[in-house]
């Protein structure tokens, strides 16, 4: 099994009244004021974190095993097991099931689902019809090692495996039948032509206008997913499944418009480099300073929807801190072997 290390500063993650971002925002932000947890201990997400990222990888290990013909599952397992992969949407179904007070043995298995799906739409969406990526997690992508038919059928592979893991690994001592048939139409709606696909979609095709909605599609509902599993999964009531769904959203495309802002930033690109590339994103439409609003002003989304958490206490803290993260990014996941 990997070893993981981390590179981390601080190693000690907390939550203070006033946060900052690093790359600063105009003084004419209008982002609404953010939040604090009603109660605070610290709490160190980068061992909570990696702790899981153990767990997960194991798990996703024995899910994806060699069988014939073997060229497909070794392109499945290229992607499912990719080293660096942060597993941001296992991770955060877990924290929202115990969130809940539910049992993380309870969560692994849909955890491993959407990873699967997760890889399986990175493999689909760098294929050079789509996004044209050659290369992911500074590794070749995965059509980039064994070619556009394989990669495809790799990527379709994935997506019922998922489905598969969840029905026949989950625990029904712990996880009602109706529960997870829940969690099963949430991950099928997430991925398809309502979901997913429509932001993949719109994000070649829809033009700037689409942006908003292309973003939320492609990168917030995949976030969206794995909150409202967990919570299902932990035996949350609908209301707070609501509230789940708004929080996940707001932390998916927030994750993006940092990513997109700092690539501008490390790259120096302007504004005819940034036109050439495939796709939308808030950089390339609006320019850094209105994407660096955007950001805080869906932190500050994130962190509301969680005050509707309180009853919870501490239990809430590992969501607050996924915000931060998404922005601050005070540590680096790395998997070394």
């Given at each position: 099994?990997?070893?993981?290390?981390?590179v981390?500063?601080?190693?000690h993650?907390?939550?203070?009244?006033?946060?900052t971002?690093?790359?600063?925002?105009?003084?004419?932000?209008?982002?609404?004021?953010?939040?604090?947890?009603?109660?605070?201990?610290?709490?160190?997400?980068?061992?909570?974190?990696?702790?899981?990222?153990?767990?997960?990888?194991?798990?996703?290990?024995?899910?994806?095993?060699?069988?014939?013909?073997?060229?497909?599952?070794?392109?499945?397992?290229?992607?499912?097991?990719?080293?660096?992969?942060?597993?941001?949407?296992?991770?955060?179904?877990?924290?929202?099931?115990?969130?809940?007070?539910?049992?993380?043995?309870?969560?692994?298995?849909?955890?491993?689902?959407?990873?699967?799906?997760?890889?399986?739409?990175?493999?689909?969406?760098?294929?050079?019809?789509?996004?044209?990526?050659?290369?992911?997690?500074?590794?070749?992508s995965?059509?980039?090692?064994?070619?556009?038919?394989?990669?495809?059928?790799?990527?379709?592979?994935?997506?019922?495996?998922?489905?598969?893991?969840?029905?026949a690994?989950?625990?029904?001592?712990?996880?009602?039948?109706?529960?997870?048939?829940?969690?099963?139409?949430?991950?099928?709606?997430?991925?398809?032509?309502t979901?997913?696909?429509?932001?993949?979609?719109?994000?070649?095709?829809?033009?700037?206008?689409?942006?908003?909605?292309?973003?939320?599609?492609?990168?917030?509902?995949?976030?969206?997913?794995?909150?409202?599993?967990?919570?299902?999964l932990?035996?949350?009531?609908?209301?707070?499944?609501?509230?789940?769904?708004?929080?996940?959203?707001?932390?998916?495309?927030?994750?993006?418009?940092?990513?997109?802002?700092?690539?501008?930033?490390?790259?120096?690109?302007?504004?005819?480099?940034?036109?050439?590339?495939?796709?939308?994103?808030?950089?390339?439409?609006?320019?850094?300073?209105?994407?660096?609003?955007?950001?805080?002003?869906?932190?500050?989304?994130?962190?509301?929807?969680?005050?509707g958490?309180?009853?919870?206490?501490?239990?809430?803290?590992?969501?607050?801190?996924?915000?931060?993260?998404?922005?601050?990014?005070?540590?680096?996941?790395?998997?070394?072997?």
């Open positions: 099994m990997a070893s993981f290390s981390m981390s500063t601080p190693v993650l907390y939550l203070p009244k006033k946060l971002f690093p790359i600063r925002c105009s003084s004419s932000s209008s982002a609404p004021s953010v939040s604090t947890p009603p109660s605070w201990t610290q709490f160190d997400l980068k061992t909570y974190w990696t702790t899981l990222i153990a767990d997960i990888n194991q798990k996703l290990h024995e899910a994806v095993p060699v069988r014939y013909p073997d060229q497909i599952y070794e392109s499945m397992r290229y992607s499912v097991l990719a080293e660096g992969a942060k597993r941001a949407s296992p991770v955060m179904c877990v924290a929202a099931c115990e969130l809940f007070g539910g049992n993380r043995v309870a969560a692994f298995p849909t955890a491993c689902a959407l990873e699967m799906v997760h890889a399986a739409s990175l493999i689909h969406d760098d294929l050079p019809c789509m996004d044209d990526d050659p290369s992911r997690r500074g590794q070749p995965n059509h980039t090692v064994y070619g556009d038919d394989l990669a495809i059928l790799a990527g379709d592979a994935l997506f019922p495996l998922g489905f598969q893991h969840i029905v690994n989950t625990p029904s001592s712990l996880v009602p039948e109706p529960r997870l048939l829940r969690v099963i139409t949430e991950i099928a709606r997430t991925v398809g032509s979901g997913m696909a429509a932001g993949q979609f719109l994000d070649l095709e829809g033009g700037p206008d689409a942006i908003e909605f292309a973003q939320e599609k492609k990168f917030g509902e995949m976030s969206q997913c794995s909150a409202v599993c967990g919570g299902l932990g035996g949350a009531e609908d209301d707070d499944v609501d509230r789940l769904r708004r929080y996940g959203r707001a932390v998916g495309v927030l994750y993006r418009v940092v990513d997109d802002i700092l690539e501008d930033k490390m790259n120096g690109e302007d504004e005819d480099e940034r036109k050439k590339k495939k796709g939308f994103s808030y950089v390339r439409v609006y320019g850094v300073e209105k994407a660096m609003e955007v950001a805080e002003q869906l932190r500050a989304k994130a962190k509301q929807e969680l005050d958490f309180e009853k919870y206490g501490d239990a809430v803290v590992p969501l607050y801190s996924f915000v931060d993260y998404a922005v601050d990014r005070s540590f680096t996941v790395s998997d070394s072997s």
